[in-house]
Structure formats: C-alpha cells, structure tokens
C-alpha cells in the first residue's frame, strides 16, 4: 500500500528565504505527482503536477522536481514571502488501482508559515 | 471556466442526526467527483468516487453513503451521525481519462456534538 510522508510538518522561515519542502513515497510505480497548498479552512488548490516520466516542473517561484527510483518530491520556492504562508500537501497516483478513478494518496502536508 | 461548490460551508450537528452534504460541479461533463474527509494535522483520506450518475464507490467502510442522482451533484449523507465524523470535507473533481489534476471545491467543516 502506497504510503506519503512529509518532513518537516511545520516550518517557519523569514521572509525572502529560498525553501524546500519534502515529500517520500514508498511505492515508485506512481502515474503522476502533484503538489497543492491549503490555506486555512479552504480546500486544497493545485500548483504542479509532475507525470512519472518527467524529471521537474516549473511555475513561478515554484519548482518541484520528482526522483520516482528514489521515491522523493521536493517542491523549491524561491525568494519566499508572508502570502506563502499555507500548508502544502503532495500527492501521489499510482499507475494501477482499484477501479477507473485513479484515487490519489496524500501525505499529511507541511504547514509553512513565512515570517515579515 | 469549471467551478465547484460546496454546502453548507459549516454545520454543527448532535450526535445520532442525518446528515447531507451536498456537492456540484458547473462547466464540465461527465467529470470523475469524489469525496475526502480531513481530520484535524492528517492527510486527506478518500472516502468515495464516482465516475458516473449511480456508480458510487467506496474506499473505507464507514457510517457514511455517498449518492451522485445527477451528473454533476455528489452528495454525502449519513442517517446517524457519531462523533467520529467530525471533519472537513472536501469534494472533488477530474476530468475522465484527462490530466488527472483534481481541483477542489471549498469544503465543510462538520462538528458533531
């Protein structure tokens, strides 16, 4: 069974700081991964999306690259700023499951807050 | 441009009351709907997709049903509710066989009392 981690689960940095954020999946046969940032009490809103067969992806500030063999996503943002402040969630789709919908798997997100 | 909505946006229920969420999609057909429950510092968990009107599936057995009468409204219903089922829920959509990316909707942050 496909399982998602993210470390660190919190992480506050100064304003202007470049960060990385993590993400390890156990299971390397995944279709696609993406990222998505959750602000308080909102519903969850797609940055990048990265198909298995490509290396990084690009938007922005953020870049997120993906390292299937090794089973890691790092999301980069550069030159951080307060309105970042969220969490952020990865999610991974494997290449075969159950039924046509494809269900996605998610880690538990990493809360950024970015400080003025 | 596809929107998604979502309500109510918060309810507050006594343990032992039904419950219905309802979710629709505009500008789109035929999408892929599901439905996540986020429990308070966890990852979302899926609770059921549907890829058509009447095909519901299940991914955890709960006290909780999902219907989808029409193409693009999913609802979540339960006929009693139990603490555990504080939440927020999250609906969701794709396009069938198309990039993937799930967008979604704002969600419903439910207190069971």
């Known amino acids: 069974k496909q399982e998602v981690t993210q470390i660190p689960a919190a992480l506050s940095v100064p304003e202007g700081e470049n960060l990385v954020l993590n993400c390890s999946f156990t299971d390397s046969a995944i279709y696609n991964l993406q990222w998505f940032r959750q602000d308080p009490g909102k519903g969850l809103t797609s940055l990048l999306l990265?198909?298995?067969?490509?290396r990084e992806q690009t938007s922005g500030r953020l870049n997120a690259s993906l390292d299937k063999s090794s089973g890691r996503s790092t999301l980069y943002i550069a030159a951080s700023q307060p309105g970042d402040s969220a969490t952020y969630l990865c999610?991974?789709?494997?290449?075969?499951?159950?039924?046509?919908?494809?269900?996605?798997?998610f880690g538990s997100g990493t809360q950024l807050t970015v400080l003025p | 441009s596809q929107t998604i909505h979502q309500w109510p946006a918060t309810l507050v229920q006594p343990v032992g009351s039904p419950l219905s969420l309802e979710c629709t999609v505009e500008g789109t057909s035929n999408p892929n709907l599901y439905w996540y429950r986020q429990a308070a510092g966890r990852g979302l968990q899926l609770l059921f997709y549907s890829v058509g009107i009447g095909q519901i599936s299940s991914e955890v057995p709960q006290n909780l049903s999902a219907s989808r009468p029409q193409d693009r409204q999913f609802i979540l219903s339960s006929k009693k509710l139990l603490l555990s089922d504080s939440g927020f829920y999250l609906c969701?959509?794709?396009?069938?066989?198309?990039?993937?990316?799930?967008?979604f909707g704002p969600g419903t942050r439910l207190t069971v009392l």
């Open positions: 969701a959509w794709a396009t069938s066989g198309g990039t993937d990316t799930q967008y």
């Open positions: 999610a991974v789709r494997p290449i075969v499951s159950s039924g046509s919908a494809r269900q996605l798997t």
């Open positions: 990265i198909q298995s067969s490509q």
